[in-house]
C-alpha cells in the first residue's frame, strides 16, 4: 500500500483504472471521468455535478 505513495507506482495504476473507466464509457470523456470519480459502474451524475460536464 505505501507504494501508491511513489510517483510511478501511483501513476501507473491511476491510468489503468482511468483507461478502465474509458473503456466502460464507450470513449465518453465525461462518462470516463463519472466512472473514475464515483466507481465503474456508476450511470449518471448527480444534479451538483451535472453542470460542469453539460451534455
Known amino acids: 500500500m505505501a507504494q501508491l505513495y511513489e510517483p ?5 495504476w491511476g ?3 482511468l483507461a478502465g ?4 464509457a464507450g470513449g465518453d470523456t ?4 463519472l ?4 466507481g465503474h459502474y456508476a450511470k449518471r451524475m ?5 453542470p460542469i460536464a453539460p451534455r
Open 46 to 50: 448527480t444534479a451538483g455535478v451535472a
Open 21 to 24: 473507466a474509458y473503456r466502460l
Open 35 to 38: 466512472r473514475y470519480n464515483a
Open 30 to 33: 465525461c462518462g470516463a471521468v
Open 15 to 17: 491510468m489503468t483504472y
Open 8 to 12: 510511478e507506482t501511483n501513476l501507473h
